[in-house]
Every structure is written in C-alpha cells, then in structure tokens.
C-alpha cells in the first residue's frame, strides 16, 4: 500500500483506538524492514504527539514464519519487563480491516543502527560501550526461560538441520567458485555438532543492524524479530561475531568494534557461565553467510532480485569459508 492509502487507513484506526475523532495523522514514512513491512507514523491527540512504527506483513505471501508479525509481537510483549530493551507493544491484532492484514504497532525511538553512518563515526573507544551494550542484551535474553516467557513456541529446534537446511541455496550460487570450500565446512560442522546445546529464546538475526541506540550511544531496542525462535541461544552470537570478525571479510570491517574475544567476554561475564563451544557457532555463522552471499549473487545476476551490493559481499564468500575451517580447526 502507498503512503496516501496507509494515511487515510490510519485515520480511523487512531480515531478508534486513541479514542478521540479529532485526532491529526502526519509524518506518515516508509521504514527500512526486511520480511515485513514497516512505516512510521505520528499520531497528535488532545495537544499530544506520539511517534509510531506500523508493522505489517508482505503483500501476497502466506502469513506464516518471517511473514507473521503477530508472532513477532508475541516475544516483543512477552519479553517487554526484562532486562532486554525492546519496544513497546501499543497495539496488535489480526482484523484486516484496518490495514487488509495483521499488524502490530510499537512506540518508535529517536536514534539509529550501527550499520548506518553514525555508528560508522563511531571511534573504537566510543564504540566499546556501544557495543558492550548489545552483547549484554543478548546474554540477558539468553538467560531468559523460553517455557515462563513463550511456553507454546517450543520444543527447541535441533541443529542438524540448521545445518544441512542451506544445501539447496549452496547448489544455487552465482559463483560456485567463491564457496568452493562449501562441502568441507559443512562436513566439519556436521562431525562437531554440539550435543547439548543451550536451549532458550534466540533472536535469529541479532547483527549490528539489528540493535537500535540514541545518539548519545544508549541501547533502546534489540528491533527486527522477523526469526525468533526457541532452540540453540548460541547461534545468535555465532551470527553477530561473524560481523565483527575482521578475518572473515576481504576488505576488512566498516565499524570500529572490539575484537571478538572482547564481545565475547562481554557476553559470557554477563551470562555468568560458560556457555558452550562458541567456535562452532561462529563456524556456522560464516557457512550461513558465504551461502546466503552466494545466492543473492545469484538472485542479482539473474535479474530475480537485482542488487548490486552482492557483486561485492560475495567477495568475502571465500574469506568467510575459511574462517568457518580455522574455527573448526580451533584456530
């Protein structure tokens, strides 16, 4: 839907829900969003403003994994009194009446992601507490009990198929050459499966896009719950040392991060124990990586989702197979 058509769907709906029929819709935006669709929107009531991010899912698409926003919703309320940041659930709900599908609504913050050019300006003495934060949060919501917080999204996945589960994206690459070391990694990671994994709430795709701050470098919201789920905790840092593993990338990083060993330790000092063989995690991350470079490389040269940003990340296809080897070799 286009913005003209979401601001006349957003006048009824806050007329209804603030309960006041003078109410004034204004700074209707679209909102960077991966399996869904966000927009920000501010709502003024009785001489009162408040800004608001509208969640909602693709159009088109079976309302089920990535593309249920009511499940999204679900781990944001559930979680909201801990000590994970995370926005607040203002409204949700599944009458498509308001906006042709599911929904859900959150308070919006004032800030940004380190991915983007503040956290680029970062230097690293201001990074490390910026990012010590993030580590913090994710121990916090590793340390939660899925069966209190969200005892009807269980029982944990396994990891066998976390593994094998990106054999068909490996086989659709748009340069086998770049994750020729694919068939290694993989039978590595298959021979040191973890046999007791830790099990709780993982984010799925907890990276530095994903961790929301204030200009002054405050944590508000871990955002993006599009792959949540209840299974191996570790696999979220195993994706977000991934990001800060300078090794695993052929031009290096863009931000100025502590080392891994330093998130790590950040983590494991909140987490309180050890929390179990970190380094195949991290091994899993940079296979799931190269793959999924690999197949947006090909989803761009055959003109199925154009984006020239891949012709360059797959580069690092390679970078990041190696890595996953040194990793499992205990490098």
């Avoid at 679209?30 to 501010?42: D, E, L, Q, R």
């Avoid at 509208?54 to 979680?79: E, F, K, M, S, Y």
């Avoid at 993006?224 to 990083?253: M, P, Q, R, S």
Wanted: a negative charge; aromatic letters at 12%.
């Amino acid at each position: 839907m286009d913005l003209a058509e979401l601001s006349e769907r957003l006048m009824p709906f806050c007329h209804e829900h603030l309960g006041d029929p003078d109410v004034v819709v204004s700074d209707v935006e679209t909102m960077a969003g991966h399996a869904g669709f966000s927009f920000g929107f501010t709502a003024t009531s009785k001489g009162e403003s408040k800004s608001y991010v509208l969640r909602v899912p693709p159009p088109n698409v079976r309302r089920v994994g990535t593309a249920d926003v009511i499940r999204q919703a679900r781990v944001v309320d559930a979680i909201r009194d801990t000590d994970v940041p995370v926005a607040s659930v203002i409204w949700s709900g599944e009458d498509e009446r308001w906006f042709g599908s599911p929904y859900f609504i959150v308070n919006k913050f004032e800030g940004d992601v380190l991915r983007n050019e503040w956290g680029q300006s970062l230097s690293y003495e201001q990074m490390r507490p910026v990012a010590a934060q993030a580590m913090r949060a994710l121990a916090s919501l590793h340390l939660l009990d899925w069966r209190e917080y969200v005892p009807d999204d269980g029982p944990p996945l396994e990891l066998e198929p976390d593994v094998t589960r990106w054999d068909r994206f490996y086989e659709r690459s748009g340069d086998m050459d770049l994750v020729a070391l694919g068939p290694a990694v993989r039978e590595k990671l298959l021979e040191r499966l973890p046999q007791t994994p830790r099990a709780g709430i993982f984010h799925g795709d907890f990276q530095w896009s994903n961790v929301l701050y204030s200009f002054d470098g405050t944590l508000q919201a871990v955002i993006d719950w599009e792959l949540w789920g209840v299974g191996a905790t570790l696999n979220d840092i195993g994706w977000v040392i991934t990001f800060a593993d300078a090794a695993a990338w052929k031009h290096g990083l863009r931000l100025k991060l502590p080392s891994p060993d330093d998130l790590i330790a950040e983590y494991v000092d909140t987490y309180g124990s050890d929390p179990g063989d970190i380094a195949w995690y991290r091994a899993l991350g940079a296979y799931k990586f190269a793959i999924i470079s690999g197949f947006n490389l090909y989803l761009h040269r055959t003109g199925k989702r154009p984006d020239e940003s891949w012709e360059d990340t797959a580069l690092s296809a390679p970078f990041l197979m190696r890595r996953a080897l040194e990793l499992l070799d205990g490098g």
